[in-house]
């Protein structure tokens, strides 16, 4: 079944960019030789990010000038981008400019990626609408060694112990990356494991 993904690189401590809205420390990490984003990336049908973000990425590819990095990162899979603004829009990109609420947006989204996943790419600010819809059904962290000590967060919500359920790691390079299910995802889990251990007969 189709997931709506959080898929975001981290500090240790929980942050996805410096106090400047910064990333220069995570593109200093030894990624290794595979390619986990490029993997997940064949997954997803549609994708959104938050204006911050979308700001950044456009500065930082130099996407209107050069609009052909976007179409190398991410060829002709739709975007949402959530801005209360008129923001650059990259020439010939698959961008929609959207603002409000975002669950009217998902159900926009679910259709247009016909049965892939659903890729938030954050920032914090705007994936934290989604889990507080209970649209988010997963989060992969790739965690850099790295600790900023302030920062922007990876989200700004509690998720707790009943909230989260691990399901994966995996290490590339010096990348530690974990898999988390989240909300109803997790709770059914927990719910069918725990019924699998009272089902488990016991041997006299
Ligand atoms: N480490 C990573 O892999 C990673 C991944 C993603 C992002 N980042 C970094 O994280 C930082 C940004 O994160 P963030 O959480 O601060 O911001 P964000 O979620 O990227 O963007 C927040 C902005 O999006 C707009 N917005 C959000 N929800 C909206 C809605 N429902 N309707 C209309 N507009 C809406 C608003 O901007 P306006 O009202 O001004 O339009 C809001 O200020 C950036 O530095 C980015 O580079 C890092």
């Given at each position: 079944?189709?997931?709506?993904?959080?898929?975001?690189?981290?500090?240790?401590?929980?942050?996805?960019?410096?106090?400047?809205?910064?990333?220069?420390?995570?593109?200093?990490?030894?990624?290794?030789?595979?390619?986990?984003?490029?993997e997940?990336?064949?997954g997803?049908?549609a994708?959104?990010?938050?204006?911050?973000?979308?700001?950044?990425?456009?500065?930082?590819?130099?996407?209107?000038e050069?609009?052909?990095?976007?179409?190398?990162?991410?060829?002709?899979?739709?975007?949402?981008?959530?801005?209360?603004?008129?923001?650059?829009l990259?020439?010939?990109?698959?961008?929609?400019?959207?603002?409000?609420?975002?669950r009217r947006?998902?159900?926009?989204?679910?259709?247009?990626?016909?049965?892939?996943?659903?890729w938030?790419?954050?920032?914090?600010?705007l994936?934290?609408?989604?889990?507080?819809?209970?649209?988010?059904?997963?989060?992969?962290?790739?965690?850099?060694?790295?600790?900023?000590?302030?920062?922007?967060?990876?989200?700004?919500?509690?998720?707790?112990?009943?909230d989260?359920?691990l399901?994966?790691?995996?290490?590339?390079?010096?990348?530690?990356?974990?898999?988390?299910?989240v909300?109803?995802?997790?709770?059914?889990g927990?719910?069918?494991?725990?019924?699998a251990v009272?089902?488990?007969?016991?041997?006299?």
């Open positions: 079944m189709a997931k709506t993904q959080y898929y975001t690189a981290t500090s240790i401590d929980g942050y996805i960019a410096d106090e400047n809205n910064s990333l220069e420390w995570l593109f200093e990490v030894d990624e290794g030789t595979e390619n986990p984003f490029g997940f990336f064949e997803v049908g994708f959104a990010m938050g204006a911050t973000t979308y700001e950044w990425i456009l500065e930082h590819d130099n996407l209107v050069e609009p052909e990095n976007w179409h190398d990162m991410y060829g002709d899979v739709p975007c949402w981008v959530f801005t209360h603004r008129d923001l650059p990259v020439p010939d990109a698959n961008i929609f400019m959207i603002s409000g609420d975002v947006v998902h159900e926009a989204m679910t259709v247009a990626a016909q049965g892939r996943n659903v938030l790419a954050g920032g914090g600010n994936v934290g609408q989604f889990v507080a819809e209970g649209l988010l059904d997963e989060i992969i962290l790739g965690i850099v060694p790295a600790i900023l000590g302030s920062g922007v967060p990876i989200l700004r919500h509690r998720l707790l112990v009943n989260l359920v399901t994966n790691m995996r290490e590339v390079g010096q990348f530690a990356y974990l898999t988390y299910a909300g109803d995802v997790a709770r059914l927990r719910h069918l494991a725990s019924e009272t089902r488990i007969p016991v041997l006299h």
